[in-house]
């Protein structure tokens, strides 16, 4: 016989405990974490702006809802002519930042992007401080506008609750998509910029964990596609209805984690529950990934590798397409699952989601592989021999590549390449385990901020992106106005 429901009231559950006060009590210290926040900050607004000058179905869906729809006092959507509501413009910031995949990343036993992976959280966090800077009157609430200090601090502590959940917790190995974090996150962080008190916060956060998650099916063989460039966005709208609606005087679910039957822990997560291996602070902004080359996060070091060996077989003047036999490519357990495709790439997202497609562009190329090159109207996407060269390249895991990146003190993105030619001629193997971008390669702030200038002048002139540059490096950057930051970053229509 079935026994009834205990609806004895409850605390909150420790985990929303811990979001909560750290998103509103910890202080930020570490000079560091503020330096890369900058640093992030700028790579996620240059992401955008490559999104906008690369991406024709970018465009498709931004801007308002309905013709008509700009509002007045909204958020000025940097790169484009919109002012928009709150929630659409959280949305269209998140999925601008992350359309391409060429911004930040953090992997785990969950892999993501805590701006769009990390970064996505910025969609939320942007619309929301610059909505709340238009808002600001001498004599209204708030009393101030948000400042660029308070965005980064959002930006520092969104990336650490997304990224410290990330390193134990493999949402994906219960087919949930890593945005879950980014609504989790951001939800924590749009609370506290529209001062919303921490019990209004818990009330958000527990509605984030109860919502309906997304399938990881969209980042998956067979069904990969431009969902995965929008998710991001799609999340961080999501935050921001969810902290609104506790605003509006809703109630939330105090055991939404742990209660038998039908919370979180014992419906999607097969009974067991979050480990947080590290207590909150900012180790993951320091630690963060840059995507300073397009390729998907496990597969940057086989591009370099494949790079390496491009050049080697141009100095013996060998042709990758007349001379190569077979390609053996030894990765981490991630890369296997999230880019190890055969058969047909039916769109670009398939494509920046295929380490054999990556490598094969890079050998027949000569060069970098490029945003442009996984567009469906670029001439490498149709190009048969792209295919030919997929055909010979196999992929296995290397246990300690695997275990090497799950290593907190490591956190390597290892990939080797074997090519063998037609003659039965081994070339030396070449190994890369830290890619470009990586906090263990010195020149990594460097290369983000030449990514982030090319990237603004797509759309801005020189003149414009070197004040925003001069802004972001000077001393009264912190105490800006959110609303004149953005404001550098419009357009006319």
Known sequence: MSQADDNTSRDYDEIIDKIVDYAYDYQITSSEAWIRAKATLLDALGAAFEGLHTSDELWQFLGPSLPGGAVSGGFKVPGTPFQLDILKGAFDMGAMIRYLDHNDAFPGAEWGHPSGKPLDNLGAILATADICSRMAKPNGVPARPRIMSDVLTALIKAYEIQGCFQIKNAFNQVGLDHVILVKVASTAMVCWLLRLSKEQAKIAVSHAWMDGHPLRAYRQAPNTGPRKGWAGGDACMRAVHLALMAKAGQPGATSVLTAPKWGFYDVLFKGRSFELPRPF?????????????????????????????????????????????????????????????????????????????????????????????????????????????????????????????????????????????????????????????????????????????????????????????????????????????????????
Not at 389 to 402: A, H
Not at 408 to 432: C, F, I, K, Y
């Open 281 to 493: 602070g900012t180790w993951v902004v320091e630690n963060v990934l840059f995507k300073v080359n397009t390729a998907e996060g496990h597969g940057m070091t086989a591009v370099e590798a494949a790079l390496d060996i491009s050049n080697i077989m141009r100095q013996r003047n060998l042709v990758p397409e007349q001379d190569i036999s077979s390609i053996r490519v030894r990765t981490q357990k991630a890369a296997m699952i999230i880019i190890n495709k055969q058969g047909p790439l039916h769109n670009s997202a398939d494509r920046d989601h295929c380490l054999k497609y990556m490598v094969a562009v890079v050998l027949l190329k000569g060069a970098q592989i490029d945003t442009a090159d996984y567009q469906d109207n670029n001439p490498w996407a149709t190009d048969p021999r792209v295919e030919n060269m997929r055909s010979k390249i196999t992929m296995v895991e290397d246990e300690q590549f695997t275990a090497d990146y799950h290593d907190q003190d490591m956190r390597s993105l290892s990939n080797a390449l074997l090519v063998t030619l037609n003659s039965g001629e081994q070339l030396d193997e070449v190994v890369a385990e830290y890619p470009q971008g990586h906090v263990r390669r010195s020149n990594t702030l460097e290369l983000v901020r030449s990514k982030a200038e090319r990237n603004l002048g797509f759309t801005l002139e020189q003149d414009r992106v070197q004040s925003i540059l001069k802004a972001v490096d000077g001393n009264a950057f912190e105490v800006m106005p959110v609303n004149e930051f953005i404001d550098m970053f419009a357009v006319e229509e």
